[in-house]
């Protein structure tokens, strides 16, 4: 086997997808990018009181950071507009009214926070000013977004990095496209079905075996092509994934027995991706878990 691969079938105990990576770098997979979902808040014009039309935005804006904020591979952000000569610091008027505004938001998501969520979470956030252009449509409004340093780093017993781009997540600041976010092992990730996982190799010449918990569909790539160019979706049946990863898995002995399957599943076009019944044991601090993001609805 030469290059990057990926291989997949059906099988009557399990499915292995070999993973090795290759010296030269590949592009990921040229599927449209998704759009990421806006969390904007609107205050009424010149205060630090939330508009009246803004219910749903901050009830979404509870759940996601309930969700998610708690992950240290992430870096929330709240962003507002002031102009250009207020970025330096906060003594002007449009960059206090920022700051309140922040605070406010903040105390509305603290005063009705879910039981059992980590309040924690929320000190983690960090506010300021845009970096685009000022906008009046901007004026008025703080958005959640997600800072340059919410990349992540893979686990480092891993062979190989897992990234989700889920469109349910915000946006990078000054993009409006969901990132792809490299997951942790360990506390399960709330993902949406519409939510995207790709494997990234760590390294030259490193193989691992890929197993997934419930079918997944394979969305883009095909059967021979690199692993840097295979897109899966998480549109899993249930409530839970898991997604193992086993180090130097030989690729013959993987695939003994199995059945190739082309648009297996009628839901997307695209292969899809079956399930283990009694999987090989993963490599240490290499399984991923990741459950259903459902609106309004935390652990």
Known sequence: MSGIDIRWGLLSHALPIVVASALSAVSAAELQPL???????????????LGTSTSDQVSAARNLLALQAWRHELKFKLVGTVPASCRTGVRCAEAQLLQTRVQTFLGVMERDWPA??????????VWGAGSGARRDEDADRIRI????????QAASSCPAEIQ???PEMPAMEDTDRAPW???????PVAVSANARLRVIPRGPNMSSLILFSTPVTLLDGGTEAPVDRKVYGLDFAGQRLTVR?????????????????????DRKVGDFVQTWTDPPAPSAGCTFRFERWVAGVTR
């Open 245 to 265: 990863m086993t180090e130097g898995a030989d690729e013959r002995t993987a695939l003994e027995g199995a059945t190739m399957s082309r648009n297996g599943d």
């Open 145 to 152: 977004v997600l800072t340059s340093g919410a990349i992540g």
């Open 181 to 187: 976010l490299n997951a942790a092992p360990g506390q």
């Open 164 to 166: 989700i781009a889920d």
């Open 35 to 49: 759009r990421a979902r806006s969390y904007d808040m609107l205050f009424q014009s010149g205060t630090a009181q």
């Open 116 to 125: 059992g969520a980590n309040r924690e979470a929320l000190s983690k956030i």
